[in-house]
């Protein structure tokens, strides 16, 4: 039996869904804060996408989801970040998971994962497990995590490596905002290999983050390291800026230069078409007049023209 756990309207094909509405496409209307209602061991794949954060009780949903599963279940989660602003004061979340979720979900001090993935505590193994919790009624739980994946805010998609976005995703808020986590469980034996060759194998997911993953893998391809293209863009604005500077003065240049020949041929003119003077106006008057004169038909289109230029 294959099981999808709030399916909502998007259910994971050739599964059965469960979900506390009746949307079209759900096969069974269930209260999940009360538990699932199927037999032990009787799921052989388990889609939880988006539905862990709105229940009451996280640690009653993940002993009864290991209720179900049989042996070598993988279990397929995709849970809201912790270390997100806006999930820590959502009023709707009633549980928050991060990297070290599943360490309490095994007592197995084996993983298959990086150590560096989970440095913190730095004095514990991988299982955080509380050995001292003795509960007869409660079913022991073994689930291994065999793969984590990251969704990282889009202005940390392409401008670190895999170290530098680690080390930012443990030290800082508002880094990653969406884990997906496989999981396989574990009731008889399971060896170190078998752990590490499930890790190699392909693992279903649901469509919505495969749709999400190639929309952010074409949004890489767009801006690959934008901080980079900015700086090339900002170069280019920078070289075009200065080319059409030199280009305005190398006009208002010819415009000075034209402006002069034209000053220098209109006194050409003015003083052949000048009359005589008959003594009533002096040199210097007929200088000033003359002077006048140029500024209205030269000076002032030439001004005009530097003027448009700038703009």
């Not at 309207?9 to 759900?26: N, T």
């Not at 988006?50 to 599963?69: D, K, P, S, T």
């Not at 928050?96 to 993935?117: G, I, Q, V």
């Not at 590490?196 to 074409?218: G, V």
Request: hydrophobic share 30%; glycine share 4%; net charge negative.
């Amino acid at each position: 039996m294959r099981i999808d756990l709030g399916c909502g309207i998007h259910k994971h094909p050739r599964c059965i869904g469960l979900d506390s509405h009746p949307y079209p496409g759900v096969d069974k209307v269930c209260d999940l804060n009360e538990g699932i209602p199927l037999p032990d061991d009787s799921v052989d794949f388990m889609i939880a996408s988006n539905i862990l954060q709105y229940l009451n009780n996280a640690e009653h949903i993940v002993q009864e989801m290991y209720r179900v599963c049989k042996h070598g279940t993988v279990v397929c989660l995709v849970v809201p970040y912790a270390h997100v602003t806006s999930h820590i004061t959502h009023p709707e979340y009633r549980q928050l998971f991060d990297e070290h979720s599943p360490r309490h979900w095994t007592k197995n001090s084996y993983t298959p994962m990086n150590a560096e993935e989970y440095l913190q505590p730095l004095d514990a193994g991988w299982s955080l497990m509380n050995e001292k919790i003795e509960d007869s009624e409660r079913t022991p739980l073994d689930f291994r995590l065999v793969r984590i994946e990251y969704f990282y805010f889009p202005e940390y998609r392409c401008l670190y490596d895999e170290v530098e976005l680690r080390r930012l995703r443990q030290s800082q808020l508002n880094v990653v905002y969406q884990l997906m986590l496989h999981l396989v469980t574990v009731k008889g034996d399971m060896d170190e290999l078998e752990l590490e060759s499930l890790t190699l194998q392909p693992m279903e997911e649901p469509r919505s983050i495969t749709e999400q993953r190639e929309k952010n893998d074409e949004q890489l391809v767009l801006d690959d390291r934008p901080f980079v293209i900015q700086s090339e863009r900002r170069n280019q604005l920078e070289n075009e800026t200065s080319a059409l500077n030199e280009n305005v003065i190398d006009s208002t240049i010819g415009v000075d230069v034209a402006a002069e020949l034209e000053v220098d041929e209109f006194n050409q003119q003015a003083e052949r078409i000048a009359p005589k003077s008959k003594g009533k106006k002096s040199a210097k008057t007929r200088r000033s007049t003359s002077q006048s004169s140029l500024r209205k038909k030269v000076y002032v289109p030439y001004l005009r023209k530097k003027r448009k230029l700038k703009n």
